[in-house]
């Protein structure tokens, strides 16, 4: 009887240990699960990208993060400009954007909406797709893409982005949103990152009043 006992516990205690480990791996699986916010910038800074535009390079200031919106003013060439984005579990959205403008004011986060643009889309998996109302298409490549930025191998998210003929690919990293992006054209890519954004900005406000 004691025997049969004996058996019964080492069948309850294999069973135990089976459940617990596969509880471990779905845990594990589960915790490698990134969202959008991931490859969104964490913080506020300013990054600077080669390319672009007659390969003059442009700069990008992230200077307001308010819970799901985040604020960025761009610099290029001659022109300046202002994007606001939400981004929550559903994915990353421009919500409004001034193309071009003379002068920038502190906050843009509280404006009217004028965009409803979904640029990168939960679950963040390859194959994932989606089309815009302005007939915009986007496609995940891949989740792991491995580039080159600032000296240093990265994993990044891999997005294809098409519009009326045009063609681009998109690439994203995490802590830092948008990180790379090449077409036909040529292409941009981020080589410089400064979390002094105040210092920044208050050299900029300098230089335009000198002008």
């Not at 002068?103 to 990168?120: G, P, V, W």
């Not at 003929?165 to 990293?173: K, L, P, Q, R, T």
């Amino acid at each position: 009887m004691k025997h049969k006992l004996n058996k019964k516990a080492v069948r309850i205690i294999i069973l135990l240990s089976v459940i617990f480990l596969m509880f471990n791996v779905i845990n594990s699986k589960q915790s490698k699960e990134v969202g959008v916010r991931d490859y969104m910038p964490n913080k506020p800074m300013v990054k600077i990208f080669d390319g672009g535009f007659e390969g003059a390079g442009s700069v990008e200031i992230i200077d307001k993060i308010k819970g799901e919106f985040y604020q960025k003013k761009t610099l290029d060439t001659a022109t300046m400009g202002v994007a606001v984005y939400r981004v929550n579990k559903d994915g990353y959205r421009l919500v409004y954007r001034e193309g071009e403008t003379n002068e920038l004011k502190d906050d843009y986060i509280n404006e009217k909406s004028n965009n409803n643009l979904i640029l990168l889309r939960s679950p963040i998996k390859k194959g994932i797709s989606w089309i815009n109302d302005d007939k915009s298409t986007y496609k995940i490549l891949s989740v792991d893409e491995k580039i080159e930025l600032m000296g240093k191998e990265i994993e990044a998210v891999k997005l294809r982005y098409r519009k009326a003929g045009n063609e681009y690919y998109v690439y994203f990293a995490r802590g830092l949103g948008i990180v790379e992006i090449e077409s036909e054209m040529g292409s941009s890519k981020l080589i410089e990152v400064n979390y002094d954004v105040e210092d920044y900005l208050s050299k900029l406000k300098k230089k335009e009043k000198t002008n």
